[in-house]
């Protein structure tokens, strides 16, 4: 895996752990830098992790839990109207490492992540932990315990290759290790199903988001060289092969987080409800086409059905065109998804709609689209394999023209999902 940055005041606490030493040495000079290199690997970071629990706990590494991020190759704003997506686990990680106890009716967080330690009682704490990232810990960790698995003192320490709210569910990867990294060190085993619930609980009650399931069901359930095809309403699900090594998959951060994201968010949920009861529908799960012309009298709502309707029959074209090997017919659907999400769901924005554009111009790629609930955070591009790199390169200098920001832009795999181990790091 390969990341592509080009790199303006880096946040301090990630140079580390994300870039390795070439960071650091390039870090001191000032400002943008072009650089090309290689992100930790899963092995990488578990030793990292492992030597930072010496060095933060003085102890040796005995259990640990592993959790992928993931990216939704298509199916955006279709989870909450009872639809279809198809996210794929990706070979960017969060690893926690951990060691019995030190401090008694304790239990000590490192994040590498952020450079911060928490600390939660072993009684258990009111869910309302000072450190919000603690929360999703906390969360699973009660969880659990309501569960009947009781953790006893532990020291852990998180280190991640994703980024932090980039939209690769960093929030997920950290709940299900911390799932399974409970899971080992109290050597039982709870089945995928309960995990999931424990970690959609934690992010929603305990770090108060109103998530969906997807995020959480593809951590857990990933596996490689597939995506994840989710029934949002039923809550089955089915593995896709994804195309081969002939094409790979960038996703590239557009810099930008928009601080309308979450209130438009709750809007576009509001609009598709009031769609559905327009429509007389349970959900916009049922749509055809005569309702959205039934919703004339009413353009937005027209739109944002449209939307909903035409994204889940593109899930479904996509589902055909991976287990066909279409490669085209893939990237057609991508691009497609993109005008749909800019025209009818307006929930792209100038910056997210140039580095599509620019991507899709680009020799060799094959389609690309906004993923993600909007509104900036990052990019999907499928692209020939053997014209990966020269894409990667031009698109991330044509955008950082355009943005005057730093570009962050991964090659990622279709991984396994999330799993534990009894360790010597
Ligand atoms: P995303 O899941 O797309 O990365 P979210 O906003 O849902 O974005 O979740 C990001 C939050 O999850 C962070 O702000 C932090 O609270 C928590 N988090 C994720 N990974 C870590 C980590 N390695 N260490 C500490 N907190 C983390
Ligand atoms: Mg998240």
Redesign the pocket.
Known sequence: MYAYREMVDWPAGRKHWLSGSATSATFKEKHVLKMIETTPSLNELIEQAGELLRLQFGTEPTWMGIAP?RVNLIGEHTDYNQGWVLPIAIDLY?VLVAAPGTVPNTIRVF????G?QAILPLAGGDGRHP???????EGVITEYRNLGVMCKEMDIV???S?????????????ALATAHLIEAATAQTMTSEERIAVSVSA?RGY?G?P?GIM?QTVVELGRAEHALLLDCQDEIFSHVPCLGSHISMLVIHSGVTHSLASGAYAARRGECELAATKLGLSSLRFLEPDHINALGDHPVLMKRARHVMTENRRVHAMVTALRSGDKHCAGALLSESHESLRDDFAVSCDSVDRLVALAQAEEGVLGARMT?GGFG?CVIVLVRSEVVDAAAKAICRRYTEYAGKPTQCFTVDAVAGARKMNTSV
């Open positions: 991020g969060t994040s590498a992540s952020l911060e450190l919000i990232w603690m929360r999703y810990v998180a280190v991640s994703l980024p932090m709210g980039g939209g690769l569910s960093s929030s997920a990867a950290l992010e770090a988001v998530c995020d993600g955070g």
